[in-house]
């Protein structure tokens, strides 16, 4: 369900529904190295979660991205860095990514809220909660399923929400970061 290459380490790390992750030399094709995702205790493994990856500018740090958990993983052994279990009140993870910079990690949620996590320690900085982006609406249901990261703007991100609408998101004020711990926009 997800892949990401390395220039630097001349490998594919591959992810998938089985919370499997696996490390391919691109000489030959070989594994070289594969791990299973821990799933925290109180989230039943979900056959149908998608697990993605993506890989720091240093193309040797992953950002995995499941349902439950975000985490790093140091390639090529794989060895888990950081781990991130979201409050149960915050729903499931449905993406994340880093910023283009890679200083900080997006992460959506199915409650409709979205956190924004320094990379290298996975600490929150903010949280932006569904009311201040979606239309007030109880009868639908409607969350973020995608985030895409804004190219050369390191503080600009994208949702893509499950009724097709977009919204680019991008802090307030006119310091233009997201350095407001557990503020709630």
């Known amino acids: 369900t997800g892949l990401a290459f390395s220039n630097v380490l001349n490998v594919l790390v591959s992810s998938g529904a089985d919370s499997q992750l696996c490390v391919w030399s691109m000489d030959g094709w070989e594994k070289q190295a594969s791990k299973q995702i821990q799933i925290p205790s109180g989230h039943s493994p979900n056959p149908l979660a998608h697990t993605r990856v993506q890989f720091h ?44 910079d890679s200083q900080s990690i997006y ?11 320094t990379a290298t320690t996975l600490q929150l900085k903010c949280r932006i909660g569904p009311n201040s982006y979606l239309p007030s609406n109880p009868s639908s249901r409607v969350y973020p399923a995608t985030v895409a990261a804004h190219p050369s703007e390191p503080n600009q991100f994208a949702v893509g929400l499950t009724d097709g609408g977009v919204h680019v998101i991008e802090p307030p004020g006119p310091e233009g970061k997201w350095e407001y711990p557990h503020h709630q926009k």
């Open 107 to 117: 992460a959506a949620f199915d409650d409709g809220s979205v956190s924004i996590l």
């Open 57 to 100: 500018q240093d193309q040797i740090h992953v950002l995995v991205v499941h349902a439950s958990q975000l985490a790093i993983y140091e390639a090529p052994k794989l060895e888990n860095m950081k781990q991130w279990i979201p409050k149960e009140s915050s729903g499931s993870v449905t993406d994340a990514v880093y910023s283009c």
